[in-house]
C-alpha cells in the first residue's frame, strides 16, 4: 500500500514537473528582471520547436540526447540567433529545476556543444597608424572648427578599415 501511494505521489510530481511547466515557471520569475520586449521573445522562442520536441517531458526525465535534438532542428532551420539563445535559456530552466530539486543534471550544458562556433574575425586595424593620428590631431587644432567637430575627426580616423 505504501509503494502504492509512492508510486502515485512520483506519477502526479511528473505530471506537473513537465518541461513546460517548470520553464513557464522560470519564465515568471525572470520577467521581473527582463524588459517586456526580452521577456515576449525568450517566451516566444521555446513554442516553435522546444515546447513541442520537450515540453511535455518530466524535467527528470530529459537527457543531453534529446535536448541536443531539438537544439540541432532549429540550427537546420537556419534561425542562427534562435538556435543560439536557446540552450541559455534551457541551461536556466534545468538550473532552476535543480534548484528546486526536480533533476540531478542539467542536460542543456553538454548539449551547448553541438553549435558551431562563430569565427573569430580577429583584430581590425584602424584606418590610420597611431604615429598619423598626430598629424590629423594638429591640423584640426589649426583649423577653425568646433571641439566636436574635432573630436569626430579624431574618432573616425580610429574606426576600423571597411574593405
Not at 508510486?7 to 517586456?36: C, G, P, V, Y
Not at 532549429?74 to 535543480?98: C, D, M, S, W
Request: hydrophobic letters at 40%; glycine letters at 4%; one cysteine or more.
Amino acid at each position: 500500500m505504501t509503494q502504492r501511494r509512492i508510486n502515485h505521489a512520483e506519477s502526479s510530481a511528473a505530471n506537473d514537473n513537465t518541461f513546460e511547466a517548470i520553464a513557464a515557471e522560470w519564465l515568471k520569475m525572470k520577467q521581473r528582471e527582463w524588459s517586456a520586449g526580452h521577456y515576449t521573445k525568450s517566451a516566444r522562442a521555446f513554442e516553435p520547436d522546444i515546447y513541442p520536441a520537450i515540453g511535455k517531458l518530466p524535467i527528470a526525465s530529459i537527457t543531453p540526447a534529446i535536448v541536443a535534438k531539438a537544439i540541432e532542428d532549429i540550427h537546420k532551420r537556419n534561425v542562427l540567433e534562435t538556435a543560439t539563445r536557446i540552450p541559455q535559456h534551457l541551461n536556466g530552466v534545468f538550473r532552476y529545476a535543480q534548484a528546486k530539486g526536480l533533476c540531478r543534471d542539467n542536460p542543456a550544458l553538454p548539449a551547448r556543444k553541438i553549435l558551431p562556433r562563430k569565427k573569430d574575425t580577429g583584430r581590425i586595424p584602424a584606418l590610420l597608424e597611431f604615429a598619423a593620428l598626430g598629424d590629423i590631431s594638429r591640423r584640426a587644432d589649426m583649423a577653425r572648427i568646433s571641439p566636436s567637430v574635432r573630436m569626430g575627426h579624431i574618432a573616425y580616423a580610429l574606426l576600423p578599415r571597411h574593405g
